[in-house]
């Protein structure tokens, strides 16, 4: 719970480092909250369904994991970022999540297979890169990041 707790301190500093745990905790946690939240979210939807307007009550139901969702972002990235730093790697490649996540959006408009097949495997291999980037192990002493 350490871990989680100094993430979320540590929400708008985006200077220093994050070991290996402190990130993996966190993504175990938000993993956890997020698995508990839909559901529930679901299970309340389903219950007002019977008796009221589906998009209101979409609305209200959809709307707490959304907020819990974008808390866990907003303290994840700084965090990402630290342990990025503390494997000696620029800051810089969180960068590199931005093309994934448009081309996943803009993959809608594309028709070509061929495009599209290309597509899903930049993303994966930037998802590979960086989830590479967050598993190597800390430097030992400070680096050439700070």
Known sequence: MYSV???FRGVF????????????????????????????????????LKGGDPLGIALISIIPPLIIFLVLIVVWIPLAIRRIRDAGKSPL?????????????????IKDEFQDAFLKIYVILFWVVLLFMVFIYSMPSKNERG
């Open 5 to 7: 707790a100094r993430a």
């Open 93 to 109: 490649w969180m960068a590199s999540y931005i093309p994934p996540l448009i081309f996943v959006f803009g993959a809608e408009f």
């Open 13 to 48: 500093d985006y200077t220093g480092y994050s070991t290996r745990s402190e990130f993996w905790w966190f993504v175990l946690f938000s993993g956890a909250v997020n698995a508990i939240s839909y559901p529930v979210s679901m299970q309340i939807f389903q219950a007002l």
